[in-house]
Protein backbone atom coordinates (compact mmCIF):
# COMPACT_ATOMS: atom_id res chain seq x y z
CA UNK A 1 0.00 0.00 0.00
CA UNK A 2 1.04 3.76 -0.29
CA UNK A 3 -0.12 5.68 2.69
CA UNK A 4 -0.37 9.23 3.54
CA UNK A 5 -0.14 9.83 7.22
CA UNK A 6 -0.84 13.51 7.84
CA UNK A 7 1.03 14.63 11.13
CA UNK A 8 3.12 12.14 10.09
CA UNK A 9 6.07 14.19 12.06
CA UNK A 10 4.02 14.28 15.46
CA UNK A 11 4.33 11.70 17.92
CA UNK A 12 1.70 9.24 16.92
CA UNK A 13 1.65 10.17 13.54
CA UNK A 14 6.06 9.17 13.46
CA UNK A 15 5.23 6.08 14.90
CA UNK A 16 3.10 5.07 12.51
CA UNK A 17 5.45 5.77 10.00
CA UNK A 18 7.61 3.39 10.88
CA UNK A 19 5.31 0.59 11.58
CA UNK A 20 3.57 0.88 8.54
CA UNK A 21 7.59 1.19 6.47
CA UNK A 22 8.37 -2.34 9.06
CA UNK A 23 5.34 -4.16 7.47
CA UNK A 24 6.08 -2.86 3.74
CA UNK A 25 4.27 -0.20 2.49
CA UNK A 26 4.94 3.31 1.11
CA UNK A 27 4.47 6.13 3.45
CA UNK A 28 3.99 9.64 3.18
CA UNK A 29 4.29 11.85 5.91
CA UNK A 30 2.51 15.10 5.64
CA UNK A 31 3.16 17.73 8.92
CA UNK A 32 3.41 21.72 9.09
CA UNK A 33 5.84 20.94 12.48
CA UNK A 34 3.63 23.64 14.18
CA UNK A 35 3.41 20.67 17.12
CA UNK A 36 5.30 17.79 15.21
CA UNK A 37 9.05 17.70 15.56
CA UNK A 38 11.03 16.70 12.20
CA UNK A 39 13.76 14.92 14.67
CA UNK A 40 11.15 12.03 15.08
CA UNK A 41 11.44 11.04 11.54
CA UNK A 42 14.88 12.18 10.74
CA UNK A 43 16.04 8.70 11.09
CA UNK A 44 13.35 8.20 8.01
CA UNK A 45 15.94 10.19 5.43
CA UNK A 46 16.83 8.65 2.85
CA UNK A 47 14.87 5.76 2.79
CA UNK A 48 13.34 4.86 -0.33
CA UNK A 49 9.83 4.20 0.78
CA UNK A 50 9.35 7.12 2.92
CA UNK A 51 8.77 11.01 1.34
CA UNK A 52 8.00 14.28 3.66
CA UNK A 53 5.60 16.84 2.55
CA UNK A 54 5.82 19.92 4.33
CA UNK A 55 2.49 21.24 4.65
CA UNK A 56 -0.59 22.29 6.30
CA UNK A 57 -3.26 19.82 5.44
CA UNK A 58 -5.93 22.02 6.08
CA UNK A 59 -4.79 23.87 2.00
CA UNK A 60 -5.79 21.72 -0.75
CA UNK A 61 -3.57 18.24 -0.93
CA UNK A 62 -1.82 17.39 -4.13
CA UNK A 63 0.00 13.93 -3.90
CA UNK A 64 1.52 12.69 -7.59
CA UNK A 65 0.41 8.85 -8.41
CA UNK A 66 -1.66 6.09 -6.94
CA UNK A 67 -3.07 6.47 -2.62
CA UNK A 68 -4.35 3.47 -0.86
CA UNK A 69 -5.08 5.08 2.21
CA UNK A 70 -4.76 8.23 4.04
CA UNK A 71 -4.58 8.25 8.43
CA UNK A 72 -5.71 11.61 9.09
CA UNK A 73 -3.45 12.09 12.46
CA UNK A 74 -2.97 16.26 12.22
CA UNK A 75 -4.23 18.43 15.04
CA UNK A 76 -2.55 19.80 18.33
CA UNK A 77 -3.93 17.27 21.02
CA UNK A 78 -2.10 18.73 24.42
CA UNK A 79 -4.62 21.24 26.83
CA UNK A 80 -1.80 23.59 26.87
CA UNK A 81 -2.81 23.09 22.90
CA UNK A 82 -6.18 23.88 23.26
CA UNK A 83 -5.33 27.31 24.96
CA UNK A 84 -2.35 28.30 22.49
CA UNK A 85 -4.18 26.93 19.26
CA UNK A 86 -7.43 27.24 19.23
CA UNK A 87 -8.27 27.95 15.70
CA UNK A 88 -6.16 25.81 14.30
CA UNK A 89 -7.27 22.65 16.29
CA UNK A 90 -10.71 23.66 14.81
CA UNK A 91 -9.60 24.48 11.55
CA UNK A 92 -7.40 20.59 10.87
CA UNK A 93 -10.82 18.83 12.49
CA UNK A 94 -12.78 20.51 9.99
CA UNK A 95 -10.82 21.91 7.20
CA UNK A 96 -7.76 19.18 6.76
CA UNK A 97 -10.59 16.42 7.54
CA UNK A 98 -12.63 17.74 4.65
CA UNK A 99 -8.99 17.74 2.53
CA UNK A 100 -7.91 13.96 3.22
CA UNK A 101 -11.68 13.15 2.65
CA UNK A 102 -11.19 14.79 -0.40
CA UNK A 103 -8.16 13.39 -1.42
CA UNK A 104 -9.35 9.60 -0.63
CA UNK A 105 -12.44 10.54 -2.79
CA UNK A 106 -10.21 11.44 -6.03
CA UNK A 107 -7.77 8.43 -5.12
CA UNK A 108 -10.07 5.78 -4.01
CA UNK A 109 -8.24 5.48 -1.07
CA UNK A 110 -9.43 4.36 2.01
CA UNK A 111 -9.40 6.98 5.24
CA UNK A 112 -8.85 6.58 9.09
CA UNK A 113 -9.70 9.17 11.29
CA UNK A 114 -8.15 9.98 14.57
CA UNK A 115 -10.54 10.46 17.09
CA UNK A 116 -10.64 10.65 20.62
CA UNK A 117 -12.48 9.87 23.80
CA UNK A 118 -12.69 13.96 24.11
CA UNK A 119 -15.99 13.27 21.96
CA UNK A 120 -17.24 11.52 25.26
CA UNK A 121 -16.32 14.73 27.31
CA UNK A 122 -16.70 15.00 30.60
CA UNK A 123 -18.41 11.76 30.58
CA UNK A 124 -21.77 10.32 32.57
CA UNK A 125 -21.40 6.85 31.70
CA UNK A 126 -18.27 4.91 32.40
CA UNK A 127 -16.12 3.30 31.51
CA UNK A 128 -16.88 4.90 28.29
CA UNK A 129 -18.09 2.56 25.39
CA UNK A 130 -18.44 3.83 21.59
CA UNK A 131 -22.55 3.92 21.50
CA UNK A 132 -22.01 6.90 24.74
CA UNK A 133 -23.08 10.34 22.68
CA UNK A 134 -21.09 12.32 25.04
CA UNK A 135 -21.38 15.02 27.71
CA UNK A 136 -19.11 18.32 26.03
CA UNK A 137 -19.08 22.11 26.50
CA UNK A 138 -19.25 23.43 23.58
CA UNK A 139 -18.05 26.87 24.43
CA UNK A 140 -15.43 25.25 27.01
CA UNK A 141 -11.62 25.47 26.24
CA UNK A 142 -11.77 22.11 25.30
CA UNK A 143 -14.44 22.75 23.13
CA UNK A 144 -12.28 23.74 20.45
CA UNK A 145 -10.56 19.83 20.18
CA UNK A 146 -13.74 18.62 21.38
CA UNK A 147 -16.12 19.73 18.73
CA UNK A 148 -13.54 19.66 15.84
CA UNK A 149 -13.05 16.16 16.31
CA UNK A 150 -17.12 15.43 16.48
CA UNK A 151 -17.57 17.09 13.12
CA UNK A 152 -14.43 15.51 11.72
CA UNK A 153 -16.55 12.32 13.12
CA UNK A 154 -19.53 13.82 11.22
CA UNK A 155 -17.80 14.42 7.82
CA UNK A 156 -16.04 11.35 8.01
CA UNK A 157 -19.33 9.34 7.78
CA UNK A 158 -20.85 12.27 5.74
CA UNK A 159 -18.11 11.37 2.90
CA UNK A 160 -18.91 7.42 3.70
CA UNK A 161 -22.95 7.51 3.22
CA UNK A 162 -22.55 10.18 0.18
CA UNK A 163 -19.77 9.00 -1.78
CA UNK A 164 -19.10 5.81 -0.51
CA UNK A 165 -15.51 6.15 1.35
CA UNK A 166 -14.30 3.26 3.30
CA UNK A 167 -13.92 5.05 6.03
CA UNK A 168 -12.77 4.10 9.82
CA UNK A 169 -12.65 6.15 13.08
CA UNK A 170 -10.63 5.16 15.58
CA UNK A 171 -11.16 6.99 19.45
CA UNK A 172 -7.62 7.10 21.07
CA UNK A 173 -7.86 7.39 24.55
CA UNK A 174 -4.55 8.57 26.46
CA UNK A 175 -1.40 7.11 25.13
CA UNK A 176 2.34 8.05 25.83
CA UNK A 177 5.42 6.84 25.05
CA UNK A 178 8.83 8.26 23.06
CA UNK A 179 8.48 11.49 21.27
CA UNK A 180 5.93 12.66 23.46
CA UNK A 181 7.24 16.43 23.56
CA UNK A 182 8.68 16.97 26.90
CA UNK A 183 6.84 20.89 26.75
CA UNK A 184 3.64 19.40 25.99
CA UNK A 185 1.89 20.08 29.21
CA UNK A 186 0.06 16.56 29.43
CA UNK A 187 0.49 14.98 32.60
CA UNK A 188 3.53 12.32 31.29
CA UNK A 189 5.62 14.47 30.23
CA UNK A 190 5.27 16.95 33.30
CA UNK A 191 5.18 14.43 35.43
CA UNK A 192 8.17 12.89 33.99
CA UNK A 193 9.95 16.56 33.82
CA UNK A 194 9.56 17.41 36.88
CA UNK A 195 10.58 14.24 38.39
CA UNK A 196 13.63 13.86 36.72
CA UNK A 197 14.66 17.86 37.64
CA UNK A 198 13.89 16.94 41.25
CA UNK A 199 11.01 19.63 41.55
CA UNK A 200 7.49 17.89 43.12
CA UNK A 201 4.79 16.88 41.10
CA UNK A 202 1.74 19.13 40.06
CA UNK A 203 -1.31 17.47 40.87
CA UNK A 204 -4.70 19.00 39.63
CA UNK A 205 -7.16 19.08 41.95
CA UNK A 206 -7.25 16.54 44.76
CA UNK A 207 -5.58 14.20 42.10
CA UNK A 208 -8.98 11.52 42.27
CA UNK A 209 -9.59 12.45 38.71
CA UNK A 210 -8.59 9.21 36.89
CA UNK A 211 -6.86 8.88 33.25
CA UNK A 212 -5.72 5.17 31.58
CA UNK A 213 -2.62 5.13 29.60
CA UNK A 214 -1.99 3.35 26.47
CA UNK A 215 1.76 2.79 25.79
CA UNK A 216 1.87 3.94 21.89
CA UNK A 217 3.12 0.53 20.19
CA UNK A 218 -0.22 -0.98 21.82
CA UNK A 219 -1.85 1.55 20.46
CA UNK A 220 -0.49 1.75 16.66
CA UNK A 221 -0.91 -2.13 16.42
CA UNK A 222 -4.77 -1.57 17.34
CA UNK A 223 -4.90 1.63 14.43
CA UNK A 224 -3.29 -0.68 11.68
CA UNK A 225 -5.67 -3.33 12.72
CA UNK A 226 -8.68 -1.31 12.65
CA UNK A 227 -7.26 0.32 8.53
CA UNK A 228 -7.16 -3.25 7.45
CA UNK A 229 -10.74 -4.26 9.13
CA UNK A 230 -14.13 -3.22 7.26
CA UNK A 231 -15.69 -1.53 10.94
CA UNK A 232 -16.92 1.96 9.25
CA UNK A 233 -17.97 2.59 12.97
CA UNK A 234 -16.13 4.21 15.81
CA UNK A 235 -13.64 1.86 17.67
CA UNK A 236 -12.40 2.56 20.88
CA UNK A 237 -8.24 1.90 21.26
CA UNK A 238 -6.55 2.37 24.76
CA UNK A 239 -5.72 0.58 27.73
CA UNK A 240 -8.53 -0.03 30.24
CA UNK A 241 -6.10 0.21 33.25
CA UNK A 242 -7.33 2.98 35.38
CA UNK A 243 -5.50 4.83 37.87
CA UNK A 244 -5.86 8.07 39.63
CA UNK A 245 -3.28 10.83 39.20
CA UNK A 246 -2.66 11.36 42.69
CA UNK A 247 -1.63 7.17 42.52
CA UNK A 248 -0.12 7.95 38.76
CA UNK A 249 2.09 10.56 40.61
CA UNK A 250 3.60 8.67 43.30
CA UNK A 251 4.62 5.59 40.33
CA UNK A 252 6.20 8.41 38.63
CA UNK A 253 8.23 9.64 42.10
CA UNK A 254 8.72 6.16 43.28
CA UNK A 255 10.46 5.20 39.61
CA UNK A 256 12.44 8.03 39.61
CA UNK A 257 13.86 8.07 42.89
CA UNK A 258 12.38 11.93 42.99
CA UNK A 259 12.45 12.42 46.68
CA UNK A 260 10.33 16.17 46.01
CA UNK A 261 7.04 15.26 46.22
CA UNK A 262 3.85 16.50 44.85
CA UNK A 263 2.44 19.73 45.25
CA UNK A 264 -1.31 20.80 44.26
CA UNK A 265 -2.24 22.81 41.94
CA UNK A 266 -6.26 24.26 40.54
CA UNK A 267 -7.91 21.76 38.08
CA UNK A 268 -8.57 23.09 34.96
CA UNK A 269 -11.97 24.09 33.68
CA UNK A 270 -14.15 20.96 32.16
CA UNK A 271 -11.27 18.41 33.17
CA UNK A 272 -12.99 15.05 32.45
CA UNK A 273 -13.11 13.46 36.17
CA UNK A 274 -13.10 9.64 35.22
CA UNK A 275 -11.80 8.08 31.93
CA UNK A 276 -11.36 4.62 30.61
CA UNK A 277 -11.90 3.03 27.25
CA UNK A 278 -14.52 -0.12 27.07
CA UNK A 279 -12.51 -1.91 24.68
CA UNK A 280 -14.84 -4.96 24.09
CA UNK A 281 -15.54 -4.17 20.16
CA UNK A 282 -11.67 -4.08 19.94
CA UNK A 283 -11.46 -7.10 21.46
CA UNK A 284 -14.18 -8.72 19.45
CA UNK A 285 -13.26 -7.80 15.73
CA UNK A 286 -9.79 -6.81 15.86
CA UNK A 287 -8.69 -9.61 18.20
CA UNK A 288 -6.78 -6.34 20.36
CA UNK A 289 -6.05 -5.74 23.67
CA UNK A 290 -2.90 -3.69 25.31
CA UNK A 291 -0.25 -5.76 26.24
CA UNK A 292 2.72 -3.26 27.81
CA UNK A 293 2.38 -2.78 31.41
CA UNK A 294 2.13 1.15 32.93
CA UNK A 295 5.15 0.05 34.88
CA UNK A 296 7.33 -1.29 31.66
CA UNK A 297 5.72 1.52 29.09
CA UNK A 298 6.81 4.26 32.15
CA UNK A 299 10.32 2.64 31.98
CA UNK A 300 10.53 3.85 28.43
CA UNK A 301 9.21 7.04 28.69
CA UNK A 302 11.41 8.12 31.57
CA UNK A 303 14.58 6.73 29.92
CA UNK A 304 13.76 8.93 26.77
CA UNK A 305 12.80 12.00 28.57
CA UNK A 306 16.22 11.34 30.58
CA UNK A 307 17.82 11.66 27.13
CA UNK A 308 15.96 14.36 25.98
CA UNK A 309 17.01 16.63 29.05
CA UNK A 310 20.41 15.46 28.90
CA UNK A 311 20.48 16.55 25.30
CA UNK A 312 18.84 19.91 26.20
CA UNK A 313 21.74 20.80 28.77
CA UNK A 314 24.41 19.73 26.62
N1 LIG B 1 -2.65 16.84 35.21
C1 LIG B 1 -2.04 17.05 36.44
N2 LIG B 1 -0.83 17.67 36.46
C2 LIG B 1 -0.18 18.08 35.34
C3 LIG B 1 -0.79 17.85 34.08
C4 LIG B 1 -2.04 17.23 34.05
O1 LIG B 1 -2.59 16.70 37.49
O2 LIG B 1 0.94 18.63 35.46
C5 LIG B 1 -3.95 16.15 35.20
C6 LIG B 1 -5.03 16.85 34.37
O3 LIG B 1 -5.73 17.80 35.14
C7 LIG B 1 -5.89 15.68 33.95
C8 LIG B 1 -4.92 14.52 33.84
O4 LIG B 1 -3.75 14.90 34.58
O5 LIG B 1 -6.84 15.37 34.96
C9 LIG B 1 -4.51 14.19 32.41
O6 LIG B 1 -4.15 15.38 31.80
P1 LIG B 1 -3.57 15.50 30.33
O7 LIG B 1 -3.18 16.93 30.13
O8 LIG B 1 -2.51 14.50 30.13
O9 LIG B 1 -4.73 15.15 29.30
P2 LIG B 1 -6.32 14.92 29.38
O10 LIG B 1 -6.47 13.48 29.65
O11 LIG B 1 -6.92 15.76 30.46
O12 LIG B 1 -6.78 15.33 28.03
Request: aromatic content about 10%; hydrophobic content about 40%; overall charge neutral.
Amino acid sequence: MRVLITGGAGFLGSHLCDLFLQRGHQVIAMDNLITGNIRNIAHLAGNDNFTFIKQDVTEYIYIAGPVDAVLHFASPASPVDFIQFPIKILKVGALGTHKALGLCKAKGARFLLASTSEVYGDPLVHPQREDYWGNVNPIGIRGAYDEAKRFAEAMTMAYHRQHGIETRIVRIFNTYGPRMRLDDGRVVPNFVGQALRGEPLTVYGDGSQTRSFCYYADLIEGIYRLLMSDEVEPVNIGNPEEVSILRFAQLINEMTGNRAGIVFQPLPPNDPKLRRPDISKARRILNWEPKVSLEEGMRETIAYFKDRLEEAEG
